[in-house]
């Protein structure tokens, strides 16, 4: 279990790393277009769609490490108030809930993913391919999903202990 743990959360922190290098390459690329907008007074074509999909990759790339560190907005004050088994096993019904959401959106993405590569579909100015940054996202989906399953298996275990 410590293992899948240690992967979980290594695997998490270096797509958590990539994502803040894409929001550095937003800050970059932004600077540069303010800053070839003034000097030369010729902006960087594509700007809103560069920052966009950096955007983009660094929600998705982000997630799961997010997840891991609980670092999203949790509603606790009902919870302290029930027993730790109840704890445990709400903690378990709202994981499973959540992996299903999250396994059929990346399930659906992938799919999207797909569309967009057969169509060869790209940003309107800039002119770049989309599927690789759906495929990111996915790839960012599949691993939140894997966050999840270990919370919940940290969850069954917990519950186990505690009957």
């Given at each position: 279990?410590?293992?899948?743990?240690?992967?979980?959360?290594?695997?998490?922190?270096?797509?958590?790393?990539?994502?803040?290098?894409?929001?550095?390459?937003?800050?970059?690329?932004?600077?540069?277009?303010?800053?070839?907008?003034?000097?030369?007074?010729?902006?960087?074509?594509?700007?809103?769609?560069?920052?966009?999909?950096?955007?983009?990759?660094?929600?998705?790339?982000?997630?799961?490490?997010c997840a891991f560190?609980?670092?999203?907005?949790?509603?606790?004050?009902?919870?302290?108030?029930?027993?730790?088994?109840?704890?445990?096993?709400?903690?378990?019904?709202?994981?499973?809930?959540?992996?299903?959401?999250?396994?059929?959106?990346?399930?659906?993405?992938?799919?999207?993913?797909?569309?967009?590569?057969?169509?060869?579909?790209?940003?309107?100015?800039?002119?770049?391919?989309?599927?690789?940054?759906?495929?990111?996202?996915?790839?960012?989906?599949?691993?939140?999903?894997?966050?999840?399953?270990?919370?919940?298996?940290?969850?069954?275990?917990?519950?186990?202990?505690?009957?």
């Open positions: 279990m410590k293992k899948f743990s240690g992967l979980v959360e290594r695997f998490g922190r270096f797509l958590d790393n990539i994502a803040a290098f894409c929001v550095a390459a937003t800050m970059v690329v932004v600077v540069l277009n303010v800053i070839l907008r003034a000097l030369f007074n010729r902006p960087l074509l594509g700007t809103v769609e560069y920052v966009n999909i950096l955007t983009a990759v660094t929600i998705g790339l982000a997630l799961a490490y560190c609980d670092g999203q907005i949790a509603v606790d004050f009902f919870m302290e108030k029930l027993p730790a088994r109840a704890q445990a096993t709400s903690d378990i019904i709202t994981g499973m809930l959540a992996l299903g959401f999250w396994g059929l959106a990346a399930r659906y993405m992938l799919d999207y993913s797909y569309e967009m590569l057969t169509t060869g579909l790209v940003s309107s100015t800039a002119q770049i391919p989309m599927y690789p940054v759906s495929y990111l996202i996915t790839f960012g989906l599949g691993a939140l999903c894997l966050v999840l399953l270990h919370r919940i298996s940290v969850s069954v275990r917990k519950a186990w202990e505690l009957a």
